[in-house]
């Protein structure tokens, strides 16, 4: 039990800041038209932290940070997909009406931005493993499988909560004002995101 309540609280405080991932997911939940279509992105954010965590864990993902090309690469690949969310983000208009020409991420949209904001960020991944990963070195046997349940288990639960979020603003949003000033924050923060990623890229140091 003290494994799961550990694992609960640390995943927990990993997922809660504020994030390109958390954002993506949770402004899914309020621009599609029904609960059901913001799932794609919230279950593809789910699993892709359980399968960070589950390489966390069992100590594979540690290789990121040691093969330079890699992660340099991933770094790339991360910077090119939140440009082009971000340029999505900030086009995107919520549905007030039957009238309005809307277009919501498809399906396949929805798994592939899931995606690059989840697995295309080495930080992110060498912070589950330098948390997650470390922290699991204390356990064996039992009290590691219900620290790693626990982790996941949050992470879910979170992906969930974030898609109702984002459903219960919307009905409160009636005129989809502040969808609109989500969107356009959600999408500076994106393209801030990049352009950190970028200058981590060319070893920019403000020191």
Known sequence: ????????????GLILPLGVQNLFVFTQGAEQPKFRRALPAT??????????ILLAVLGLSVIVGEVEWLRIVMMCGGAVFLIYMGYS???TKPRTG????????SIKEQIVF????????PHAILDTVGVIGTSALR????????????????????????????????????TGRMLVIINKCSAIFVWLTAV????????????
Request: proline share 1%.
């Open 114 to 121: 899931a995606l690059s904001v989840s697995l295309l960020n």
């Open 139 to 174: 356990y064996t046997a039992a009290d590691k499988v219900w620290f790693t349940a626990a982790c996941i288990l949050v992470s879910w639960c979170w992906f969930l909560a974030l898609t109702i979020a984002g459903r219960i603003l919307k009905q409160l949003d009636g």
């Open 196 to 207: 950190w990623l970028l200058l981590d890229i060319i070893g920019w140091n403000p020191n």
């Open 43 to 52: 279950i593809t954010a789910s699993i892709s932290d359980t399968l960070l």
């Open 89 to 91: 983000m900030w086009r």
């Open 1 to 12: 039990m003290q494994a799961f309540i550990h694992g609960m609280v640390l995943a927990f």
């Open 98 to 105: 039957l009238g309005q020409d809307r277009r919501e991420l």
